[in-house]
Structures are given as C-alpha cells and as structure tokens.
C-alpha cells in the first residue's frame, strides 16, 4: 500500500530547502537556456530540459 505524499509532515530543514530550490529553479533555467542558444551541446540540453521538467512540478505542487 502506498502512503499519499503530505508536505506538511516533512522535517523544517527539508521544507527549508524545499522552498529554496523553488526559488532559485527559474533562474537557473533562465541561464541553462541561454547558455543553450550560446553553445548548444547534447548535454546541455538535456539538462535543460531536466531543469524545466524539475521547475514545473514545484510549479504544480508535485514535489
């Protein structure tokens, strides 16, 4: 049986970090892709979209 996920019950260093990485996503997908445009290279797209896939799902409360 699978436990539904409740942010609410995670420990306040998590949530910390949790609420960081929210922050500073959008940035760094910002610079990822115009660091892309600039030289783009197989890794650096594939991190960026690693990157957009990570930001929309704090976008949508999915992590």
Do not use: Y
């Amino acid at each position: 049986m699978k436990r539904k996920f409740n942010p609410h019950t995670l420990p306040s260093w998590l949530k910390t970090v949790r609420g960081l990485a929210g922050q500073f996503i959008i940035p760094f997908c910002v610079f990822q892709g115009i660091r892309t445009l600039l030289l783009p290279t197989a890794f650096d797209i594939l991190f960026l979209g690693i990157l957009i896939l990570i930001a929309f799902a704090f976008r949508m409360e999915l992590i």
